[in-house]
């Protein structure tokens, strides 16, 4: 008679598999998406906020509200500008240690580099964290806009350009999009810009990936189903817990 394998034996063996090692180095990668993408949605929160009750920095009691917005404005861009460094190093380090030594997928370092180390608006956004490492946090304008033609009016934070140049430490690409913008560069647009761009690429790379392990994610599954026999209701990985990002 067959000896039942102990729960540790199956967790052992699951664990053990080129798949669920992926999809664990998956999972701390995606975490570290997961805090990017938590800063974007923070600073996006604030500023839709700030827009929707534009009115009341026109009050005479909105001096409060004003600075608490400023302040809030620089430490959620602060922080989103170092969540995106992070996960640029992150990622380079994941395809570099461990597709790039013999050459596996080394379109997906290529896509990679042609979204953040060559992209005008993620060169920008990587420089503008050095920015704040090396010289200072940028000073963040609010500016009202009134409507010539409609009752209404619209609240938006800004980054002074000519106040950036002043530092020596960008790069071309970084200097050419902050020339593009114009005399200012809203912070709402650049960061919902740049959430578009590291959710599409983070999508496709996984995509990616999953192909080139199918083979592994299939032995997973099935090992997943044969444990669920004898396990029903076991703890599931960090790959089967669905997370909300909206």
Not at 31 to 47: K, P, V
Not at 91 to 116: A, G, I, P, Q, V
Not at 178 to 206: C, D, N, P
Not at 237 to 244: C, G, L, P, T
């Amino acid at each position: 008679m067959t000896k039942r394998k102990s729960w540790f034996e199956w967790e052992g063996e699951l664990s053990s598999l080129p798949g669920s090692l992926y999809l664990e180095r998956w999972s701390v990668l995606m975490m570290s998406s997961y805090t990017l993408d938590g800063n974007a949605r923070e600073i996006l929160r604030l500023l839709d906020d700030l827009n929707a009750k534009n009115a009341e920095l026109l009050e005479s009691e909105s001096a409060k509200y004003y600075v608490e917005s400023k302040f809030e404005i620089h430490r959620l861009l602060h922080n989103f500008t170092a969540a995106a460094g992070a996960l640029y190093d992150h990622t380079y380090r994941f395809l570099d240690k461990n597709y790039c030594s013999n050459n596996d997928c080394m379109h997906c370092k290529e896509k990679f580099e042609e979204y953040f180390k060559y992209g005008a608006l993620a060169n920008f956004v990587r420089q503008l964290r050095n920015y704040i490492l090396h010289r200072e946090l940028p000073r963040c304008s609010i500016t009202i806009a009134f409507n010539a033609y409609k009752p209404e009016s619209t609240a938006y934070s800004a980054l002074d350009v000519s106040e950036l140049l002043k530092w020596d430490g960008w790069n071309q690409k970084s200097k050419n999009y902050m020339q593009s913008s114009g005399m200012k560069i809203k912070i709402h647009e650049f960061t919902k810009a740049y959430r578009v761009t590291v959710r599409e690429f983070y999508f496709w790379l996984q995509s990616e990936l999953n192909e080139h392990h199918e083979q592994d994610l299939i032995t997973v599954a099935k090992l997943r189903q044969e444990l669920d026999k004898y396990y029903p209701g076991r703890p599931q990985s960090n790959d089967e817990i669905k997370v909300n990002r909206t």
